[in-house]
């Protein structure tokens, strides 16, 4: 499943792409991703450019040279590719957006591409917090936000409004360098624990980012970064194979009826104190 990683992974590969090229084709596979007909959406993006690829959690927000917006928001098997001429992704695209030589692929068949105005955009991410990436994501936005929820840590990390983007990965991978068990409940972690969890946080996800995230599908013929992080991943889904730290064996528990991996070992209600 695409979390921030992998989608800041796009952006940046994208930008140096797609930007002031004029868009020369569209074709929309499936009619249920966008909420237009496939027509309008061809129409309304042909002869269009990019100016500018923003992103805010999960979603990748293309500017258009008219000041509307194109949202993209990649299912769980969603994943983007970029081909020259002739060349086709490794997958059924939902959606087409051929820039001349070259053609940017989406997959994912819930997968959801939509036109906004910047006032509509504007409603949308109001439903979400800030971009664990943003200014707004100070450590003491943080610590005080997690006081204020009486959810496991788990659940604070992946619901969207404490922070948007992160995912069940990224959750496990921040509470195991964090050494916080994912059922820690958020808002008894003391100063210490509340403050690894958001340097674990930020240095998850920039690892994660310039390893090139999860997706197993290269977004290019000639990609060899992409999915790079899925060897670095400490815990998740590695249900019975050793812990990297002590070989202990990965485990996995019931957090609010979700799947969560960790080690036994490392992890603990509060943040070992080392003196
Ligand atoms: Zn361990």
């Known amino acids: 499943m695409p979390e921030l ?12 792409w797609i930007l002031d090229r004029p868009i020369e084709r569209v074709h929309l596979a499936n009619k249920k991703g966008t909420d237009v007909s496939p027509e309008e959406f061809s129409e309304a993006l042909t002869g269009r450019s990019l100016l500018f690829l923003e992103r805010r959690g999960t979603f990748l927000i293309f500017h258009l040279d008219n000041g509307h917006r194109l949202l993209i928001a990649l299912s769980k098997d ?4 970029y081909g020259e001429g002739e060349e086709k992704p490794p997958f059924a695209a939902q959606a087409e957006i ?16 939509r036109l906004m105005t910047v006032r509509g955009l504007d409603e949308v991410l109001k439903t979400i917090g800030p971009d664990p990436l943003s200014r707004q994501a100070t450590p003491e ?24 983007g ?18 820690a409940k958020a808002h008894e972690l003391n100063g210490e624990s509340a403050a690894r969890l958001y340097e674990a946080m ?29 060897a670095q991943c400490r815990v998740y889904e590695r249900e019975g194979q050793p ?7 990965v485990e996995k528990m019931d957090v609010s009826g979700k799947k969560a991996y960790y080690c036994p070992q490392c992890q603990h209600e509060q943040t070992a104190v080392f003196s």
């Open 202 to 230: 930020e240095s998850v996800l920039n690892a994660a980012i310039d390893a090139g995230g999860c997706i197993t599908t290269p977004m290019s013929a000639d990609d060899t970064v992409t999915g790079g992080y899925l």
């Open 141 to 164: 936005y943080f610590i005080s936000q997690l006081k204020k929820r009486r959810s496991a840590l788990r659940n604070a990390l992946t619901g969207q409004k404490l922070l948007a």
């Open 243 to 249: 812990c990297t730290e002590n070989g202990a064996l």
């Open 98 to 113: 051929n820039f001349g030589e070259r053609t940017l692929y989406v997959a994912g068949k819930g997968s959801v591409l």
């Open 166 to 183: 992160i995912g069940p990965r990224y959750a496990d991978e921040i509470a195991f360098t964090a050494g916080l068990l994912p059922s």
């Open 78 to 81: 969603g994943a983007l590719y």
């Open 5 to 16: 990683p992998e989608i800041e992974h796009y952006r940046r590969q994208l930008g140096q």
